[in-house]
C-alpha cells in the first residue's frame, strides 16, 4: 500500500528542450527588446516571455535526462500534485503535443521529447504554480465525490 502524503509533491509535465533549442524558440516566442535586452541569455529571455504574456508556463533547468544523460530543459506546462511521492500517470497524448507545437510554428523544432519531472527541491516557483496546482487537486476532489457518489455502499 503506497503513503499518502498528507502534502502533495509538485510534479510538472512539459516538453524536454536541449540547450540548442532554446534559442530557436526564444527567438519564435519573444519580443525583439527582450532579445537585444538579454542578448544570448535564452532562459532568462523565455522565462520573461511567459512572465509577460502572463502565461502559466515555465522552462526548469533539469541537470541529468533520465535516457541521455544529458542536461535538459523542460518547457512546464501543467503541474499535477502527487499524493504518493510517485510520477503521475495522466499523460497528454502525443498527438495533442505536437499539434501544440506546431501552433506555434515549431514543426520542424528537432527532436522534442515530453514527461513529467519532479520540481526541483530549493527552486522557487512561479507566481501562478500554487493556484495552478490547487485548480488541480480541486478538480481531484470533485472527481473523487463524484465518482463514491456512484458506488453503492455495502458493508
Given at each position: 500500500m503506497s503513503k499518502v502524503?498528507?502534502?502533495?509533491?509538485?510534479?510538472?509535465?512539459?516538453?524536454?528542450?536541449s540547450e540548442d533549442q532554446l534559442p530557436i524558440l526564444a527567438r519564435k516566442l519573444a519580443s525583439q527588446e527582450l532579445l537585444d535586452r538579454y542578448k544570448d541569455r535564452w532562459h532568462t529571455i523565455l522565462l520573461e516571455t511567459m512572465r509577460r504574456k502572463n502565461r502559466r508556463q515555465t522552462f526548469v533547468w533539469y541537470p541529468r535526462h533520465p535516457e541521455t544523460g544529458l542536461p535538459f530543459y523542460l518547457w512546464v506546462h501543467f503541474v499535477v500534485p502527487s499524493w504518493t511521492g510517485r510520477f503521475p500517470t495522466v499523460t497528454p497524448s502525443e498527438t495533442e503535443a505536437i499539434s501544440y507545437l506546431r501552433s506555434y510554428g515549431l514543426g520542424n523544432f528537432g527532436r522534442v521529447g515530453s514527461g513529467y519531472a519532479r520540481w526541483p527541491k530549493g527552486i522557487s516557483t512561479p507566481e501562478w504554480f500554487e493556484a495552478a496546482l490547487f485548480e488541480i487537486i480541486e478538480k481531484q476532489g470533485e472527481t473523487a465525490v463524484s465518482l463514491a457518489r456512484r458506488i453503492r455502499w455495502d458493508p
Open positions: 502524503a498528507f502534502r502533495p509533491v509538485p510534479y510538472v509535465w512539459g516538453f524536454t528542450l
